[in-house]
């Protein structure tokens, strides 16, 4: 008889190796090449593990992987089996199943129930008449009068206008309203770069319009060609004075 974990850790001391080494050579959890040294083989997650991790590791160690087996079965896996203490080990014990009696009570008192439920349904609803049933299936539906309402979509009264500099950099100077409103930009747009605005009126001096791209509300739009100032409402887009 020899100490299985006492071995196993002192030819991997006499060796340098670190649990990391180890566990990355053998591709065993460092914990449980340190539950082998150990010797708590409980914290493994079955039997078979056990017999199996202690192979790989002794060998990998240089040692006799099947003799590490062997004294495992001798000590753990016989005193199981003769009733001799043993280490403690997980719980195996399942909880006591029901009577097969039992949950057939319960299957068939389920399926009365059930049963019992649907008669009454079935009873209630032929115990009302044509219009009752249509008028409790139906969906409700709001009517005015003979014809359906229809909403109409309100337009907007705002000017959102979102600038894009896709080629190349502009100067840009955005006022609220006219060119004497609030300042809202001012300065170069650089490429790539984008910049948002809104307001009922939007009065826009723009260095180099073919850079922009332009979106009003959601659409494309185009704002002018000729570097002259633009007004821009939620309507559409128009040249406007310089001021």
Same mark, same amino acid.
């Given at each position: ?81 003769? #009733? ?158 310089? #001021?």
């Amino acid at each position: 008889m020899f100490e299985i974990g006492n071995s196993l850790h002192e030819a991997r001391v006499r060796q340098g190796l670190g649990l990391p080494t180890v566990e990355s050579a053998t591709k065993i959890r460092a914990k449980y090449l340190k539950a082998l040294e150990e010797e708590q083989f409980e914290l493994l997650p079955a039997q078979t593990y056990v017999k199996g991790f202690l192979r790989t590791y002794a060998e990998f160690l240089g040692l006799d992987g099947q003799l590490y087996v062997d004294e495992y079965n001798s000590r753990f896996v016989a005193g199981e089996e003769e #009733g001799r203490p043993n280490r403690p080990r997980r719980s195996s014990a399942r909880p006591p199943r029901r009577s097969r009696g039992l949950e057939s009570g319960v299957v068939l008192a389920t399926l009365a129930g059930i049963a019992l439920v649907a008669a009454l349904v079935i009873v209630a609803w032929k115990s009302g008449d044509g219009n009752q049933r249509v008028d409790s299936i139906a969906p409700a539906v709001s009517v005015t009068g003979s014809t359906p309402v229809r909403t109409t979509p309100r337009k907007p009264t705002a000017a959102r206008l979102v600038l894009t500099a896709r080629r190349g950099n502009t100067l840009l100077e955005v006022h609220a309203g006219s060119p004497a409103g609030r300042l809202l930009f001012q300065g170069t747009l650089l490429q790539g770069k984008s910049v948002s605005l809104e307001s009922k009126r939007l009065w826009l001096a723009i260095g180099s319009p073919d850079h922009l791209y332009a979106q009003l509300n959601g659409r494309h739009v185009t704002l002018g060609r000729d570097g002259r100032p633009v007004l821009v409402t939620a309507a559409g887009v128009q040249t406007a004075a310089a #001021g």
